[in-house]
């Protein structure tokens, strides 16, 4: 699309009330800006990009030699919605619209609304859905333009007979521009139809107007005064400079928290506090403060400044309810021989400064307080069952119970039957997991350990073995790293060569097989029950 604005003769130009502009693209050659703002255009808009494959080789000079020579301009995106269909389409092409004007959609006052240029005949489409790929393009250029702290508000350019055939009123939250030559004076006339916008706000009158500085090209005018233009056109100036971002904070639930921006502007400033980017009614000045705060306020809290020069956006201020140490991890039943060594360990999730307290048989062990305790020469007045309590300032939890057996006792009887069989359960993970070090650790040991005892105890018709399960749901220690509905349970599962998690089941059928009288000439192994992902890697 070439557009520009006709102007009129000088004596016209001076009494004229509506601000003209052109559009262009390399179609037009090279432009004489100062031309162009010498004979009264105001605005303009250059063509960027077409499809997601054709930049405008004109695009950057126009931009750059407009605002030198005080012409507001804009950048304006093609669309070709037929050959990038649907939401992934519309994305595409915004995304690469973006990559080659976000240099020139930004604050300071020179810049314009983002345009997206809609006049190809749509194929395979109703008013419906070429309505919902025009709100994605634009919804998503806002998207990219706010995280780069500019806000906009696309404007969309049709004629007028297209706007009413092929969109709906979803599409009148954008700016329209309407296309519609009907030799009306763009003084005081109008397009004859605006299609679902009530009105119109730039209107393309002409296609034959002569602009010294381009030649012959589209006439366009803004639907008000050159005031209105800036505010509903420009992207904001400068706005506020922020002196002093809002601090984050990490609290106990109950506790009184307050907010705080520093700001100047040669204009009267206002403000907008925001949580999770939702606006805070009635937050409206230099500071926010709540009381008595719970976990749900826990979040991004930051706020938009105005002023007459446009609006600037604060950092985000984190607010974090502190909480009771999650036990991520629980400690681990040991089995070991008289003399010989154990440890526990135990996963947290837990702000510092955190707290262990190991208990045997609910009594507290003496300076055991890490998160590991590891027990030397071993003897039967260590058996029992081992926990710890975790603490922080905000609160305490006890991990669950992990028993420690002697294997000796049970010695002598096997010993005198001849027959007698030990499965040891390792895991998975000693082949290696992200955050599992001790747990790893200690469960590489039991490896070591039925590698040990298979070769003491063979003679005497004593198997040792040891399984090692990968992922298996429904279990609380499982359950614990992954909360039933968690996402990641899927993914997991996906990772997995058999594409399923593991069951109880899998390991009890895996354990009694070790167990039966007829599994004699197998000892000294370790039997992965992990869907395979013993040969490959574990996703989590």
């Known amino acids: 699309m070439i557009v520009a604005v006709g102007i009129a003769p000088e004596t016209q130009r001076a009494m004229a009330q509506r601000p003209l ?115 994605e393009w634009c919804a998503k250029v806002v998207s990219l333009a706010r995280a780069n702290n500019v806000l906009v508000t696309p404007v969309i350019y049709s004629s007028s007979s297209f706007a009413n055939t092929w969109f709906d009123s979803t599409v009148t939250q954008w700016i329209p521009w309407i296309a519609n030559w009907n030799g009306q004076d763009p003084q005081i006339g109008a397009p004859s139809g605006t299609g679902p916008w009530p009105t119109w706000i730039v209107w393309q009158y002409t296609d034959s107007a002569s602009v010294p500085g381009v030649g012959t090209a589209d006439g366009d005018v803004f639907n008000g005064l050159a005031s209105d233009l800036v505010t509903t056109l420009a992207i ?58 719970q976990l749900a306020d826990g979040g991004s809290y ?53 707290s262990y307290q190991w208990q045997f048989n609910g009594m507290p062990l003496q300076d055991a307080t890490n998160a590991s305790v590891v027990l030397a020469g071993i003897r039967s007045t260590n058996v029992g069952a081992y926990s710890v309590v975790v603490s922080n300032v905000a609160g305490v939890v006890v991990s669950s119970n992990a028993a420690l057996v002697l294997v000796q006792a049970a010695l002598p009887a096997m010993r005198a039957a001849r027959f007698g069989r030990i499965v040891l359960i390792s895991s998975r993970a000693v082949l290696g997991l992200a955050t599992r070090t001790a747990y790893s650790a200690t469960k590489a040991g039991l490896i070591g350990l039925a590698r040990t005892w298979a070769q003491e105890l063979g ?82």
């Open 459 to 540: 003679p005497d018709g004593i198997t040792v073995n040891a399984v090692a399960p990968g992922p298996i749901a429904g279990t609380a220690m499982f359950h614990d790293v992954l909360p039933p509905g968690d996402p990641r349970i899927a993914a997991l599962a996906q990772s997995i060569p058999v594409r399923r998690l593991g069951q109880p089941e899998d390991v009890a059928r895996m354990v009694l097989f070790l167990a039966d009288p007829a599994s004699g000439f197998i000892t000294g192994q370790t039997m992965f029950v992990c869907g395979g992902t013993s040969v490959g890697s574990l996703g989590l």
């Open 302 to 354: 930051s706020v938009v400044l105005s002023d007459l020069g446009g609006d600037t956006i604060s950092s985000n201020a984190v607010l974090t309810l502190l909480g009771s140490p999650v036990i991520t991890n629980q400690p681990q039943d040991q089995v070991a021989a008289v003399g010989q060594g154990a440890a526990f360990a135990v996963g947290v999730s837990s702000f510092a400064p955190v």
């Open 21 to 135: 502009g052109i559009d262009v693209s390399h179609y037009d050659g090279s432009i004489n800006w100062g031309g162009v703002q010498t004979s009264g255009v105001s605005f303009a808009w250059a063509k960027a990009t077409e499809n997601t494959n054709f930049i405008d080789y004109t695009f950057t000079t126009n931009e750059t030699s407009a605002v030198a020579a005080g012409v507001l301009i804009g950048a304006y995106h093609f669309a070709r919605y037929n050959q990038n269909t649907g939401k992934a389409g519309a994305d595409a092409e915004a995304n690469y619209f973006w990559a080659t004007a976000q240099n020139y959609v930004k604050r300071g006052g020179y810049y314009l609304m983002p345009m997206l240029d809609v006049e190809i005949t749509p194929t395979n489409y109703t008013k419906t859905t070429l309505s919902q790929w025009v709100n």
């Open 236 to 293: 904001g100036g400068n706005g506020p400079l922020i002196t002093n971002q809002p601090v984050s904070q990490a609290v106990l639930p109950g506790a009184n928290v307050s907010f705080n921006v520093g700001a100047s502007a040669p204009w009267p400033m206002s403000y907008q506090w925001r949580f999770n980017a939702t606006n805070i009614a009635g937050a409206t000045a230099s500071s926010y403060a709540k009381n008595n705060v």
